[in-house]
């Protein structure tokens, strides 16, 4: 046996001994990844040292974070809205063990810049500046929405890479995009656009819940699936829905058919992600690499 091998069983044969759970009262580590995150990435925090019982809590800015067990620690998916400002934001935790003080961390973080391109597009009339009763219906529609994405469910349905919603390797475009509409600028295009003939299948990206299946003025025919703790992946334009609200699917499960349905400029799938209410870059969630 070689030094090194030597000294690598040794190791193997110390954790095996070490109890598997942290005790109280161990330090408490926490790791960012990326270390340095971008304006609309989807990064997470691994919290080590806290024990099987403790209850974890914490924010970044003014975002609570909802961590859950993760490889003898704790992990916590956050998400950096599209406008969120780049450079330094602060967090902070809290580890609630039973019987002991409550444990504060806090730090900072450094959120890094990010261009985005300028799109211009030509729509229909109607679609850019629809008529007040449409307005009054796309507002609703759009704080339906909004609702959806701030009910934060218990449980995490997740588990793995999240997957491509629609097949090929042709990477999707616009996320971020500063769009110009009819002449007039818009809100920045929070999702990523994966364009497909009319029919191809749309899948579930991970495991989750149907939350929505709807028929909206701009998204279209649109699903959106629950994934717990807060994250959701949308499903906009589709031509059809094969799955109703209150399902559950699991990673690649077909959700239905990609279409030009709502205020599309020919077939394609919107594929957006929003994570405790901040819209995320759903490439960064494909990226995204937990343990399980
Ligand atoms: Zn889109």
Known sequence: MTGRRAARVAALLALALLPLTAAAGDRLVVTWHPARPRIGDVAWLHLRGA????????????????????????????????????????????VLEPGLDPRPLTGKVTVVPRQFPVQRLTVPPGMADPDPETERRAVAEGQHLQMLYRTVS????????????????????????????NGKPRAAHSGADYSAPRGTPVVAANAGRVALVGDYFFPGRLVALDHGLGLYTLYFHLDSVAVAEGDRVDRG??????????????????????????????????ALRLAD
């Not at 003014?62 to 934001?89: E, S």
């Not at 588990?159 to 971020?176: L, M, Y």
């Not at 030009?260 to 494909?286: C, E, K, N, S, V």
Request: proline share 10%; no cysteine; aromatic share 8%.
């Open 51 to 94: 024990s099987e019982t403790a209850v974890v809590e914490g924010s970044v800015g003014h975002r609570p974070l909802a961590f859950f067990p993760y490889a003898g620690g704790y992990a916590a998916l956050v998400g950096l809205d599209i406008d969120v400002k780049p450079g330094v934001q602060p967090w902070r935790l809290a």
């Open 154 to 181: 218990p449980e995490r349905l997740w588990r793995g890479p999240f997957t491509r919603p629609v097949a090929g390797t042709e990477p999707p475009s616009g996320f971020g995009a500063r769009r110009i509409i």
């Open 253 to 286: 499960q077909t959700l239905g058919t990609v279409g030009a349905t709502g205020r599309a400029t020919g077939p394609h799938l919107h594929f957006g992600a929003q994570l405790g209410g901040a819209r995320i870059d759903p490439a960064a969630l494909l």
